[in-house]
């Protein structure tokens, strides 16, 4: 079983990530070295914040953790984790780390933050085994690829068709939250420690 870095830059939701991950049955180092990133087993970027604030800890390292990620290291963007794996955000101005090429713009819904509960269509192994496609959103903005390929689950808000799953190479990110979002999330968290396992 791979080691998984969670990276601690700063932001919210940290520990329920790290709590979740481990009653999964990983083993989770907490990680404020963003160096550590570029040689890593299996990186979790976990986030409830700004786009800017969580880039400032990682941009001094961004080539060598987007080397790392374009070379097949397992990692999950979670949220604002995943917003980051983008080129860069309407909601700051700091470059993202562009594994994913495009950019993070705001949603195009009313009410705003999106919070609450949404079923995601997906077909990705990843929500392979979930007993329902219910989970946990709080956003307002979502990532819009270049490349459309890299999408592989959506929902709906407010009659927007919102992508929400993202992959490229061994990299997924994720704009709902699995560690808020019961048994799936945690069956997801799970898909994800089997895939990073497969992975080494």
């Not at 040689?39 to 700004?50: H, N």
């Not at 860069?88 to 713009?105: A, M, N």
Request: hydrophobic share 35%; glycine share 10%; proline share 5%.
């Amino acid at each position: 079983m791979p080691l998984i870095y969670l990276t601690d830059y700063g932001v919210g939701n940290l520990h329920s990530v790290k709590n979740a991950l481990e009653n999964c049955g990983a083993s989770v180092e907490t990680v404020t070295d963003m160096s550590k990133l570029a040689d890593a087993e299996c990186v979790v970027f976990p986030g409830v914040g700004a786009f800017d604030s969580t880039m400032e800890r990682i941009a001094p390292y961004r080539e060598e953790i987007l080397k790392h990620l374009e070379s097949g290291v397992p990692a999950l963007g979670i949220c604002i984790g995943a917003q980051i794996l983008f080129d860069s955000s309407e909601e700051g101005k700091e470059k993202g780390l562009g594994l994913f090429k495009g950019q993070v713009i705001g949603l195009e819904a009313e009410r705003l933050p999106h919070m609450g509960w949404n079923t995601v269509e997906s077909d990705d192994p990843l929500l392979n085994g979930t007993p329902d496609r219910d989970f946990y959103f709080a956003h307002s903005y979502r990532g819009r690829p270049d490349d459309q390929t890299t999408i592989t689950g959506t929902t709906e808000y407010e009659n927007w068709h919102i992508p929400v799953i993202f992959r490229r190479f061994n990299t997924y990110g994720v704009q709902f939250h699995p560690e808020k979002s019961s048994i799936s999330g945690m069956k997801v968290l799970k898909n994800f420690i089997k895939f990073g396992e497969e992975c080494q």
